[in-house]
């Protein structure tokens, strides 16, 4: 799972620019499926079996990104965020920016502490105020290299092995959910009805894509396969989160905009114990996922979200534990295993 873990993650590709990573999705989910599809948006849609009860599982295949706003005559490249970031980590990074004629690396550069007077010291920096450096000298050397306005941005951070089963990469949130879609759809074998296997669009920009795919495939449930924040860290507090790492993947209770369906709940929790699946649970004040919104397809489909564990979300070091998702993606079979028992 490490190597199919390390092309999801390295596959560059954000809210709205999925494609790299629709292939990998696309070319794993027909090894394992009867049918595979890709609708109007670039949802990735792939079928398993057939008849009642007809459980969708899905995971989000974009993940945050920036893209180019303008290039100066210096040649500087102005950016503009997609997703939620922390404009913190974004001051220095190294990104890769996608134009015409492929990937130009740079970096985002800043006014130098330096030179800086104590007032700016204190402050936060902006994603505004910063900019990304190719080494161009002119706004024309910039079209040179292939880049214009509207090109997407990435940030680097590639997959590496930590202590013991854990590892460290960016765009955790979501490929951990596209390798548990993958390999959950491989170990799947005898069971009753039908699973679509959902890689989802834009998510980060406003979960857009399982909107429609979840109208189109009309499930009796829908399971979210995402990541969560893991509370065990310096600064956290346990009732801020009391999820923690190596213990077992977490059913999210609420989120910003939604609260788990009571069936979908006693469904995995039942399952959980039945498998001897250690399972977490979150309350969140903040984010969301797929499962969130759901409820408001046709005439409301139920939902729940099954996520893992993952330090540092949203940054270029997110830490996750393979064990985790090794158990996310038993749960996930048991769980369709059962769920003509509860839909």
Known sequence: MYDMLKNLVEADAISGYEESVRKIMVKELKKYTNEVKVDKVGNVIARKGKGSPKIMLAAHMDKIGLIVKYVNKEGFVMFDKIGGWDDRILATAKVMIHGSKGPVLGVIGMKPIHMQDREESKKSLKAKEMFIDIGAKSEADVKKAGISIGDFITMQGEVQKLMGTRVTGQGFDDRIGCLTLIETAKRLKNFKGTVYFVGTVKEEMGLIGIRSSTFSVNPDVVLALDTNIA????????????????????????????????????????????????????????????????????????????TVPSRYVHTPVEVADMKDIENCVKLCVNLVGSANKYF
């Open 231 to 306: 509370g065990d860290m310096p600064g956290m507090k346990p009732e801020d989160s009391p999820v923690k790492l190596s213990s077992g993947p977490t059913l999210d209770i609420k989120d910003a905009i939604s609260v788990i369906d009571p069936a979908v709940k006693k469904w995995v929790k039942e399952t959980a114990k039945k498998a001897k699946v250690k399972l977490q649970y979150i309350v969140m004040e903040g984010s969301a996922t797929d499962a969130s919104i759901t409820p408001t397809v046709r005439e409301g489909v139920p939902s729940g979200a099954l």
